[in-house]
């Protein structure tokens, strides 16, 4: 089945007064409102677990069924604040991915593989079982993947401006072109990345409709202080599949490319987004995911940029929690 919403016109006597409330939110005052999960500011203390060789760190809230957040570069949990608040029920999971957050710096690549490995060995180690997941850029992809090699384990999926599928070069932009072809190029991409926290910062006042406030780019900053700490950050702008590379990488998604395409038993959600050169899921992408992904309901949430939840967080915690009761996903409260 396929659905289509537009967020703008979908709820058209909202109050303003609730986006206020939930920004309020964020800044720890609980949102208590029918049908939301309330969420304080102790709720939002991150907990650490062991993984591997190093630890991640994570917002566990609630109990239920496990909702799954995942970020994306050069992200971390603090962009599902304003957005969990919105959720039915169940037991809101947002982990900080390794090497970024408040989660470890190991001395690893932060190669996809090696993150999906750490990712794995985290639902492991909480004992994750029939989840349903919810992905921002590489986030997205990484749910994308976890779904494609654990299906028995899901319940559905949502994603938003993610890596869905492999692109080519001549699909970028001129500057988009250039810009990826400079951070792929030793020397420049370090100088780039790693020597200023530029990068950083641009994606949260440029990849955005309105940049975030001064506090909310402190807290996005403040895992990178260091070239040396901004090491992950270089290595998922070189990871992008274009042109048929990382190769590795290009079959791996590939393979949960396939899987989108036959899992016609596993709900999905596909939000989009409109009036930013900087959104990765374009009218043609989004064409290409209603041709090629079994069961996806797709809701268009308005104008935003790549770091959407920074612009549109009401639409998009709407929506998904639409979509949850729809398919029951969370079960009784």
Same mark, same amino acid.
Request: with cysteine.
């Given at each position: 089945?396929?659905?289509?919403?537009?967020?703008?016109?979908?709820?058209?006597?909202?109050?303003?007064?609730?986006?206020?409330?939930?920004?309020?939110?964020?800044?720890g005052i609980a949102l208590v409102s029918s049908?939301?999960?309330?969420?304080?500011?102790?709720?939002?203390?991150?907990?650490?677990?062991?993984? +591997?060789?190093?630890?991640?760190?994570?917002?566990?809230?609630?109990?239920?069924? =496990?909702?799954?957040? +995942?970020?994306?570069?050069?992200?971390?949990?603090?962009?599902?604040?304003?957005?969990? =608040?919105?959720? =039915?029920?169940?037991? +809101? &999971?947002?982990?900080?991915?390794?090497?970024?957050?408040?989660?470890?710096?190991?001395?690893?690549?932060?190669?996809?593989?090696?993150?999906?490995?750490?990712?794995?060995?985290?639902?492991?180690?909480?004992?994750?079982?029939?989840?349903? &997941?919810?992905?921002?850029?590489?986030?997205?992809?990484?749910?994308?993947?976890?779904?494609? *090699?654990?299906?028995?384990?899901?319940?559905?999926?949502?994603?938003?401006?993610?890596?869905?599928?492999?692109?080519?070069?001549?699909?970028?932009?001129?500057?988009? *072109?250039?810009?990826?072809?400079?951070?792929?190029?030793?020397?420049?991409?370090?100088?780039?990345?790693?020597?200023?926290?530029?990068?950083? *910062?641009?994606?949260?006042?440029?990849?955005?409709?309105?940049?975030?406030?001064?506090?909310?780019?402190?807290?996005?900053?403040? =895992?990178?202080?260091?070239?040396?700490?901004?090491?992950?950050?270089?290595?998922?702008?070189?990871?992008?599949?274009?042109?048929?590379?990382?190769?590795?990488?290009?079959?791996?998604?590939?393979?949960?490319?396939?899987?989108?395409?036959?899992?016609?038993?596993?709900?999905?959600?596909?939000?989009?987004?409109?009036?930013?050169?900087?959104?990765?899921?374009?009218?043609?992408?989004?064409?290409?995911?209603?041709?090629?992904?079994?069961?996806?309901?797709?809701?268009?949430?308005?104008?935003?940029?790549?770091?959407?939840?920074?612009?549109r967080p009401e639409e998009i915690g709407t929506a998904i929690a639409?979509?949850?009761?729809?398919?029951?996903?969370?079960?009784?409260?």
């Amino acid at each position: 089945m396929r659905r289509h919403q537009n967020l703008d016109t979908f709820h058209p006597h909202r109050p303003v007064s609730r986006r206020v409330l939930l920004r309020g939110a964020a800044a720890g005052i609980a949102l208590v409102s029918s049908g939301c999960v309330s969420i304080d500011k102790k709720d939002r203390t991150m907990t650490t677990a062991t993984v +591997l060789d190093s630890e991640m760190s994570y917002l566990d809230i609630g109990s239920g069924t =496990p909702l799954v957040f +995942l970020h994306g570069n050069p992200s971390s949990s603090h962009m599902w604040r304003n957005i969990l =608040p919105h959720m =039915p029920a169940g037991r +809101l &999971l947002a982990p900080d991915l390794i090497g970024m957050g408040a989660s470890g710096k190991p001395d690893i690549g932060y190669s996809f593989a090696e993150h999906a490995q750490y990712l794995d060995a985290w639902f492991d180690t909480l004992g994750l079982d029939r989840v349903v &997941l919810v992905g921002h850029d590489w986030g997205g992809a990484l749910a994308c993947d976890w779904a494609a *090699r654990h299906p028995e384990r899901l319940l559905g999926l949502a994603v938003f401006e993610s890596i869905i599928k492999p692109m080519k070069w001549e699909d970028l932009s001129p500057q988009a *072109r250039k810009r990826s072809e400079s951070i792929r190029t030793p020397g420049i991409g370090e100088e780039m990345v790693l020597d200023q926290d530029l990068f950083i *910062r641009q994606a949260f006042t440029g990849g955005v409709l309105e940049p975030v406030g001064e506090a909310d780019l402190q807290a996005y900053l403040a =895992p990178f202080p260091t070239p040396e700490s901004r090491r992950p950050v270089l290595a998922w702008a070189r990871q992008m599949p274009l042109g048929g590379e990382p190769a590795e990488l290009v079959a791996r998604i590939e393979a949960y490319d396939r899987w989108l395409a036959s899992s016609t038993g596993t709900p999905k959600l596909l939000l989009t987004f409109e009036g930013s050169p900087t959104l990765l899921i374009d009218e043609a992408m989004a064409g290409w995911c209603e041709n090629h992904i079994a069961t996806l309901e797709v809701v268009a949430c308005g104008a935003a940029g790549h770091h959407a939840a920074e612009d549109r967080p009401e639409e998009i915690g709407t929506a998904i929690a639409d979509w949850l009761r729809r398919h029951n996903l969370t079960g009784d409260r």
